[in-house]
């Protein structure tokens, strides 16, 4: 079975922190992808990468960056949280055209 | 550019009836379109997909969607809904450039 695993189910990070999202799937897919989900907007494309250490930008990146070190791994990084980056965030991987989810990482910023 | 319109919102429907999820997208190139649902606290897991052939799709649990090139439509139906369909369903779309465009999702409410 396809499986993409984000590291936390929930967090609870303070105000200024770094905060690291860590995603892995084991699909040896191209395609990673960091979405931000919130009531009323759908899904929202933060970064995407298509290949280790390269990286795109999406529909929202200020306040996020990326990094892809290996071909399993894509991690999001809030540099310095604030509290309008509280959300749900969900990692997604792909080989060509359907993208597989994983469970979500609930984040809140106090 | 690609973009996906959910019309409703909401959807509220009773146990056994049938239902209709509404999605239209506009895109330049030929489209791929897939519908996802999203349970309660999980990830988004695949429903149905159109890449080419047949515009009729049947999905998992008996869900189908047509696809509509003239009214760039692809709207979800179920014939008899349960209590247990109670998700939220979104409709995305793939210009085959390896990004999906999702739409703001559909809310199906089913009470007994």
């Known amino acids: 079975d396809v499986k993409v695993t984000q590291s936390s189910r929930y967090l609870v990070k303070r105000t200024g922190e770094k905060v690291f999202l860590e995603c892995v799937q084991d699909?040896?897919?191209?395609?990673m992808f960091w979405y931000r989900q919130d009531p009323g907007l759908g899904l929202r494309l933060i970064y995407f990468?298509?290949?280790?250490?390269?990286?795109e930008k999406g529909d929202i990146p200020e306040g996020y960056s990326v990094s892809r070190e290996k071909k399993e791994r894509f991690s999001l990084i809030l540099e310095s949280a604030s509290t309008n980056q509280t959300s749900m965030y969900l990692c997604?991987?792909?080989?060509?055209?359907?993208?597989?989810f994983g469970q979500g990482t609930r984040l809140t910023v106090v | 550019a690609q973009s996906v319109t959910q019309l409703d919102s909401q959807v509220p429907v009773f146990e056994e009836a049938p239902v209709e999820l509404r999605c239209n997208y506009s895109?330049?190139?030929?489209?791929?379109l897939f519908w996802y649902v999203q349970y309660p606290n999980q990830g988004l897991q695949l429903l149905l997909k159109?890449?080419?052939?047949?515009?009729l799709v049947k999905g998992i649990n008996g869900f189908e969607a047509e696809f509509n090139k003239s009214q760039t439509s692809f709207h979800l139906r179920k014939p008899s809904v349960h209590i247990s369909d109670t998700a939220e369903y979104f409709c995305?779309?793939?210009?085959?450039?390896?990004?999906?465009?999702f739409g703001k999702g559909t809310m199906l409410l089913v009470s007994p």
């Open positions: 895109s330049s190139v030929s489209v791929y």
């Open positions: 159109y890449l080419s052939g047949s515009t």
């Open positions: 997604a991987s792909s080989g060509a055209l359907e993208a597989f």
């Open positions: 699909m040896d897919h191209e395609n």
């Open positions: 990468s298509y290949d280790v250490k390269m990286k």
């Open positions: 995305a779309v793939n210009s085959g450039y390896s990004t999906l465009t």
